[in-house]
């Protein structure tokens, strides 16, 4: 520590201060030049800073080797090549603490005092660690070859580095790199990546929230993160379930069919119903002029659970209520009936890289409370855990919140990012597929309908209990939990309740099985 002290004291701060600046400054005035000049070296950042880095070096070198114009000299080899340390050390601090390039971009590195100064980082970094350091091993030679032309042109000799300093020097380098990767491993499997596409659907889901016109999803009109075509009555290349022979219940008037909303997983199921007994459902659902025209409809757990107690909607498909849904029932006077037309499961799951295949449900709620945090712990790699969670009030979410019972959930992993318009945005972030994951849901919707976006996933066991037909069929499965058409007490609407009692029945759970649920019942 007394050997820096006095390197630091005897090394001229002017010359120091100097040179980091004329590099910072003219590195970024050449680069800005570039840019004007050759626009189709953008996609090469790492040759485009060498052609301005690498002159300026050999220049400086040239320059301040000896005293220039008032500037006093370093008076060792290694108080000479101090600012290019420091750059080099700069360059490794920004990569070491941002996750990519795109991040520190939009943390607003382009718009801050030094935002000028950091540009030729900024696109160094862009094409990796590996062109960087490269970048920085040329601009010590250049400036090395500058400093020992002008040296010998002046007959001026400095004091060569110790073989100590030099393994100083070095450790500190190594111990530098060490932690750096280190957090920079730890930071990618802890922090949540969002690209610009998934940001912006972020911030409509913001936008939305506070216009109560849709979550901002790319499907139904803001509504639904996944493609629900497949399953539309009115697609002739549908994938609907159909029961064996004609429905022994139909409904031909369209004022006398219940009106039908629900949850994501649950669109396959109830527009299968309302194919198989509605007549004419496919022309009366294609020739609607606004979907609250259709009996069927879509607006998702939370929005669906409103509309059913308000007594726009008959019938609702999907888990049972919150807390919260309940409590607004209540308030609104209604008293809401739960009939279970087929069995799902509530399924925890991980990447496939994870070692992990089952945990018990004592570990789970130690996860999401907070009280462990390394997957070592239970069985796994010594890598923390990335616990997501979903929205408040979606059904997942209740049914994450009824397996805790009474312990504490701990806060969700967020996104968090600003936007101009719209201030600073915090969203209960979508799982990630890392070795670090760990999501929940419900077994149909991860294993069928999001197939292709959760790809590379597995479900654990729960308490020694595959989650498999099987098991949810007979209920082994722990966290096995009813698929429900939910309905208000006393709904006037006559066909509601032979159409419910339809479901229950033979071709009802015909159709459940064929979706690819569980049936309540052998038939």
């Known amino acids: 520590m007394e050997r820096i002290k006095t390197f630091w004291k005897e090394l001229p701060k002017w010359y120091f201060i ?13 680069l800005g030049i570039e840019i004007y000049m050759t626009p189709f070296l953008i996609e090469q950042p790492a040759v485009m800073t060498a052609i301005a880095y690498l002159p300026i070096s050999l220049w400086l070198g040239h320059c301040f080797t000896c005293e220039y114009k008032g500037v006093p000299k370093p008076q060792s080899q290694l108080g000479l090549f101090a600012p290019h340390l420091f750059m080099l050390f700069w360059t490794l601090l920004l990569y070491f603490l941002t996750s990519d390039t795109e991040e520190l971009v939009r943390s607003g590195g382009l718009e801050e005092v030094l935002g000028f100064l950091q540009l030729w980082h900024i696109l160094l970094l862009s094409d990796g660690l590996m062109p960087a350091l490269l970048v920085h091993l040329m601009g010590f030679l250049c400036f090395g070859l500058g400093a020992h032309i002008r040296a010998r042109y002046e007959g001026y000799k400095r004091t060569r580095p110790t073989l100590r ?20 491993q730890h930071r990618s499997l802890t922090t949540v990546d969002v690209d610009d596409a998934d940001e912006w659907i972020y911030v409509d889901q913001y936008i939305a929230a506070e216009s109560q016109q849709g979550y901002g999803f790319p499907y139904e009109n803001g509504w639904s993160s996944i493609n629900l075509s497949p399953y539309y009555v009115h697609n002739p290349d549908n994938i609907l379930a159909k029961p064996t022979g004609p429905a022994a219940f139909t409904i031909d008037d369209k004022t006398a069919m219940p009106v039908l909303d629900g949850a994501e997983a649950a669109y396959p199921v109830y527009a299968a119903f309302a194919n198989a007994c509605y007549e004419d459902i496919a022309a009366i659902h294609e020739n609607a002029a606004e979907p609250s025209d259709s009996p069927i409809r879509f607006t998702n757990t939370v929005e ?23 409590a607004l029932a209540e308030e609104a006077g209604v008293e809401l009936e739960l009939t279970p037309i087929g069995k799902e499961a509530f399924v925890f799951f991980v990447s496939q890289e ?3 295949d089952g945990l018990t449900s004592e570990q789970l709620r130690d996860i999401y409370s907070g009280k462990v945090k390394n997957w070592i712990a239970v ?3 010594f890598v923390p855990i990335l616990a997501f969670q979903r929205p408040e009030n979606s059904g997942s979410q209740t049914m994450m919140q009824h397996f805790m019972g009474d312990v504490p959930l701990k806060k969700p992993v967020e996104v968090e990012f ?30 069928l309908m999001t197939a292709e976006t959760q790809s590379g996933i597995k479900f654990l066991s729960l ?8 098991t949810i ?11 429900y058409a939910i309905t208000i007490k006393g709904n006037p609407k006559e066909t509601v309740t032979p159409f419910v009692e339809w479901m229950t029945g033979a071709q009802g759970q015909e159709i459940v099985e064929k979706t690819g649920y569980i049936g309540i019942s052998s038939h």
Do not use: W
Not at 18 to 30: H, I, W
């Open 18 to 30: 100097l040179s980091v600046l004329m590099l910072y400054g003219f590195t970024s005035m050449l």
């Open 165 to 184: 300093q030099c393994a100083v020097l070095c450790g500190f380098a190594v111990v530098f790199c060490l932690a750096g990767c280190g957090f920079r």
């Open 304 to 326: 669906a659970y409103k509309s059913l107690i308000a007594g726009d909607v008959d019938i609702f498909f999907g888990a049972k209520p919150s807390a919260a849904q309940l």
């Open 354 to 356: 994870n070692p992990v």
């Open 379 to 381: 069985g796994g790699k």
């Open 418 to 447: 600003e936007m101009s318009m719209v201030g600073v945005i915090h969203s209960v972030a979508e799982y990630q597929n890392k070795a670090s994951s760990i999501g929940y849901s419900f077994r149909y919707y991860a294993s």
């Open 463 to 470: 308490d020694g209990v595959y989650p498999d037909a099987e």
């Open 473 to 483: 069929r007979n209920d082994r499965y722990p966290m096995t939990t009813s698929l």
